[in-house]
């Protein structure tokens, strides 16, 4: 494989990662647990759940339109099963195409200019894909954008590090 494949295919993987880490921190910071109702009243739990998403958010000054509160992306890829039974039951699906490194840009414009070939496949056969053209993961039509994560949690990191050493943890990590 050639070192660009290479490369494509391990910054795919990291991608798919990403998605997964920066939704499990969306977990900590707006958890879906927080404001649930029991017989229509909300339980104690969930409301300190909501103080503690709360006192974290607040803590580390992370804002509620922050890319990390948002979950779709990493429920569409941790609920993959149920995407994957919808596609099952269209009648006019052709192909699946899942876990591919593509640029999307030049699949559009292939697609556009031949009529015989890929343009049998349309954008909801292609399930979840790395677009290395724009750096971001590609889920049922879902765009995620990496540079955009990461920029918001490489400074959270060092936020929550200060944090915890305010706190009176040990800095282990180096």
């Excluded at 031949?114 to 039509?141: A, Q």
């Excluded at 995620?144 to 949690?153: D, G, I, T």
Aim: proline letters at 3%; aromatic letters at 10%.
């Amino acid at each position: 494989m050639p070192d660009l494949e290479a490369e494509f295919v391990e910054f795919a993987l990291y991608a798919f990662a990403t998605i997964t880490h920066v939704g499990n921190l969306s977990k900590l910071f707006d958890s879906p647990n927080a404001y649930k109702k029991t017989k229509g009243v909300l339980t104690l739990a969930s409301l300190l759940t909501a103080a503690r998403c709360q006192q974290l958010r607040d803590a580390l000054d992370v804002r509620r339109d922050m890319l990390m509160i948002g979950r779709d992306t990493r429920n569409y890829i941790e609920h993959y099963d149920e995407r994957l039974e919808d596609w099952l039951r269209k009648p006019d699906r052709k192909i699946l195409f899942d876990m591919c490194v593509e640029d999307g840009s030049r699949r559009r414009q292939l697609n556009e200019r031949s009529v015989e070939s890929l343009s049998y496949y349309e954008e909801r056969d292609y399930h979840r894909y790395y677009d290395p053209s724009h750096h971001s993961m590609n889920v049922n039509n879902h765009v995620f954008h990496l540079s955009k994560a990461l920029n918001e949690v490489s400074p959270l990191r060092v936020r929550a590090t200060k944090w915890l050493e305010d706190q009176g943890f040990p800095n282990e990590v180096k």
